[in-house]
């Protein structure tokens, strides 16, 4: 919106021309949401906390731990968090940008979805929510309009196609099966989020890396010199998308001054599913797909620990983890939760770091 009034009043006031600066806006962005969280963010606590006195419900199956310690602390968080994403964005983005509604959009709808998750669980006191039939159905229809919209606005060159990290030349066109591709990041990059918000702080920080990480190579594939220099696809208008990045990061860290150990408020499924399909759409706009893999891998990880052992206790009637997701493996082994979120935190600026520098290696 700033950027907006400021072009109307640039040719009087020379200094304006500041905000057509992405670099500006981006660190704008960030403080922003940052700022909005910290402020409201313990009275948007205390909101949650009237209407939900018993806090979140815990899984019974789950560390014994988490009983005792979680017990009566809020959920629904996201709330937080995607205010705080969303009003920061429509200040400092150029809002005649379809990329960055794309984005805003996707935050949105499944932060719904998360929302009336979260409420059933609240209200029937269990930690089971919607049906898991129908969250998915709701996520892949949602997804599929995502989607599409996506590859209606891209290049039609490059819209279905992916490119390989590491490889110079090596670009595959997937043709109407890309489709399929999207629906499985958007929906699968949500519930990974989602699995591994398990325990205090330890998904908002990778998230927060992992966009970072995003709103960097936005920005390059969005600026025709960088994108040429760096051998990737000039995307025009993308570069926009690292402001809305750039809020993704000052929620984050808003988030955490509450979320850190001992947790006041969970992000729920409200906010991990919010940010999941965000950071999903986003890495399809700017056609960097298997990057998120590598800057999530610790999503990844959470979510193949869930897979495998599931597929194993079924075929074989044994679990390979003590308890499935990962984290809570070693939460049995007697890991200090403290222990493990820092490690996983580290695990993530590893995987960012090697994400990146796949931009520069080909």
Not at 15 to 41: E, K, P, Y
Not at 234 to 240: C, D, M, Q
């Amino acid at each position: 919106m700033f950027k907006l009034i400021a072009q109307e009043f640039v040719s009087q006031y020379s200094f304006l021309n500041l905000f057509n600066f992405i670099t500006f806006r981006v660190g704008a962005s960030i403080l922003t949401s940052l700022f909005f969280s910290l402020i409201f963010g313990q009275f948007i606590i205390n909101k949650l906390s009237l209407v939900q006195p018993e806090g979140q419900p815990i899984r019974k199956d789950g560390p014994e731990t988490h009983i005792i310690q979680k017990a009566g602390t809020p959920t629904m968080g996201g709330v937080l968090i995607i205010l705080s994403v969303l009003i920061s964005s429509i200040l400092w983005s150029d809002l005649h940008n379809n990329f960055l509604w794309i984005g805003l959009i996707s935050l949105l709808i499944f932060g719904i979805i998360g929302f009336v998750d979260d409420f059933k669980k609240i209200k029937s006191n269990s930690s089971s929510g919607l049906k898991g039939t129908t969250r998915i159905v709701l996520q892949l229809f949602f997804a599929l309009i995502i989607s599409l919209v996506i590859l209606y606005i891209l290049d039609d060159k490059i819209d279905t196609s992916i490119a390989f990290p590491f490889f110079k030349n090596l670009i595959i066109n997937f043709g109407y099966f890309y489709l399929v591709i999207s629906l499985f990041i958007i929906v699968g990059s949500a519930n990974a989020v989602n699995l591994t918000d398990g325990l205090d702080g330890l998904a908002i920080v990778p998230v927060m890396i992992v966009a970072m990480t995003f709103a960097f190579i936005a920005y390059v594939t969005g600026n025709i010199i960088f994108s040429d220099y760096l051998l990737i696809n000039y995307i025009a208008g993308t570069g926009e998308l690292s402001v809305l990045c750039g809020a993704l990061i000052g929620s984050s860290l808003g988030f955490l001054w509450f979320n850190a150990p001992p947790a006041k408020v969970f992000m729920g499924d409200t906010g991990s599913l919010a940010l999941g399909a965000t950071i999903g759409s986003i890495a399809i706009m700017v056609k960097h797909e298997i990057v998120l893999a590598i800057a999530g891998g610790l999503f990844v990880l959470e979510t193949l620990s869930v897979v495998i052992q599931v597929i194993s206790f079924k075929l074989t009637g044994k679990r390979v983890f003590m308890m499935a997701p990962l984290h809570h493996h070693f939460e049995k082994k007697g890991w200090a939760e403290s222990t493990i979120v820092i490690r996983f935190w580290i695990i993530t600026i590893v995987l960012a770091l090697i994400s990146l520098a796949t931009l520069k290696i080909r």
